[in-house]
């Protein structure tokens, strides 16, 4: 396996983490502040974090640097949108379950693009789908259907649009210039749909969500983001999707240090299924031990 493979992969991996414990502090920001305006003042935060990267690197920016992070920014704002709203009509559990499927969208939509992928990421996605069904078990699964249900079906559609949309994009583009363009598109979009739906904010309301805010906004957003979108130029789409599933099963150990919350055998099968998944998927096919063998 090429050393910048491996260094992507830890790369997603740290993502995953920081993305893990961003659940806590999403859980943490909904008591004070409604949901849309957090999504808008996050990507704003993000968005901020990299101004620099526009108004000041020498390097000149690609041609397709707006229109992709435009691109990006669609994907991923309709994704969590939907998600929020779909949560208002769905359980915790399955949002989780149903989100997790851009996990199997992404190898399926490849067939179409003519991006298509090999046996380890088809057997790496249907077991992320699987650990992720165990994983967000919450006695609520046993039925699919209603309102919620299919907006969570929709959101992994655009999240799985947004990895592929990275992945076309970001090798031609500057990470930091990218990422900047995708988080103030997902801004302007979260603003308007929070103005839409009719939600207030307060500068008390700010300030009370401080903490979450500048975790979800600086760190997961700003940071974590902008690294997906640099290690995502040395894997595959699908690959990097399967990585960073393991967000959940990071939210599941952050949970359980932070917050003392407790999870049943089927949720810590599913955590062992995720990591399996994520390390199939780095196992080198015979086209890649092939190459490796060449270059010794």
């Given at each position: 396996m090429?050393?910048?493979?491996?260094?992507a992969?830890?790369?997603?991996?740290?993502?995953?983490?920081?993305?893990?414990?961003?659940?806590?502090?999403?859980?943490?920001?909904?008591k004070?502040?409604?949901?849309?305006?957090?999504?808008?003042?996050?990507?704003?935060?993000?968005?901020?974090m990299?101004?620099?990267?526009?108004?000041?690197?020498?390097?000149?920016?690609?041609?397709?640097?707006?229109?992709?992070?435009?691109?990006?920014?669609?994907?991923?704002?309709?994704?969590e949108?939907?998600?929020?709203?779909?949560?208002?009509?769905?359980?915790?559990?399955?949002?989780g379950?149903?989100?997790?499927?851009?996990?199997?969208?992404?190898?399926?939509?490849?067939?179409?693009?003519?991006?298509?992928?090999?046996?380890?990421?088809?057997?790496?996605?249907?077991?992320?789908?699987?650990?992720?069904?165990l994983l967000?078990?919450?006695?609520?699964?046993?039925?699919?259907?209603?309102?919620?249900?299919?907006?969570?079906?929709l959101?992994?559609?655009?999240?799985?649009?947004?990895?592929?949309?990275?992945?076309?994009?970001?090798?031609?583009?500057?990470?930091?210039?990218?990422?900047?363009?995708?988080?103030?598109?997902?801004?302007?979009?979260?603003?308007?749909?929070?103005?839409?739906?009719?939600?207030?904010?307060?500068?008390?309301?700010?300030?009370?969500?401080?903490?979450?805010?500048?975790?979800?906004?600086?760190?997961?957003?700003?940071?974590?983001?902008?690294?997906?979108?640099?290690?995502?130029?040395?894997?595959?789409?699908?690959?990097?999707?399967?990585?960073?599933?393991?967000?959940?099963?990071?939210?599941?150990?952050?949970?359980?240090?932070?917050?003392?919350?407790?999870?049943?055998?089927?949720?810590?099968?599913?955590?062992?299924?995720?990591?399996?998944?994520?390390?199939?998927?780095?196992?080198?096919?015979?086209?890649?031990?092939?190459?490796?063998?060449v270059?010794?």
């Amino acid at each position: 396996m090429k050393k910048s493979t491996i260094a992507a992969t830890l790369a997603l991996i740290l993502t995953a983490v920081i993305w893990g414990l961003s659940y806590s502090a999403q859980a943490e920001a909904m008591k004070t502040m409604s949901p849309l305006f957090f999504v808008f003042l996050r990507y704003l935060l993000g968005s901020i974090m990299l101004l620099p990267a526009i108004f000041f690197m020498r390097k000149k920016p690609d041609k397709n640097l707006i229109p992709g992070g435009i691109a990006c920014g669609f994907c991923l704002a309709g994704g969590e949108i939907l998600q929020q709203f779909g949560l208002l009509y769905t359980s915790a559990g399955k949002a989780g379950f149903l989100t997790a499927l851009y996990v199997i969208m992404i190898p399926v939509i490849g067939v179409f693009i003519k991006k298509r992928s090999n046996w380890k990421i088809w057997c790496a996605s249907l077991l992320s789908v699987a650990g992720s069904y165990l994983l967000c078990s919450d006695g609520t699964l046993n039925s699919f259907g209603n309102t919620g249900d299919a907006l969570m079906i929709l959101c992994a559609l655009f999240f799985a649009f947004q990895f592929i949309a990275i992945a076309k994009f970001a090798p031609r583009a500057d990470a930091l210039q990218l990422a900047a363009v995708q988080f103030f598109t997902v801004a302007v979009i979260s603003g308007i749909a929070a103005l839409a739906a009719g939600e207030q904010t307060s500068w008390q309301s700010i300030v009370a969500t401080t903490k979450p805010l500048l975790y979800c906004g600086l760190i997961a957003i700003g940071f974590a983001c902008t690294v997906q979108i640099a290690a995502q130029k040395y894997v595959h789409p699908a690959t990097a999707s399967i990585v960073l599933s393991t967000a959940s099963v990071f939210a599941v150990i952050w949970g359980w240090l932070l917050l003392g919350e407790r999870y049943s055998f089927a949720n810590l099968t599913g955590c062992a299924i995720l990591f399996a998944a994520v390390l199939l998927v780095q196992l080198p096919s015979k086209e890649e031990k092939a190459t490796s063998a060449v270059q010794e």
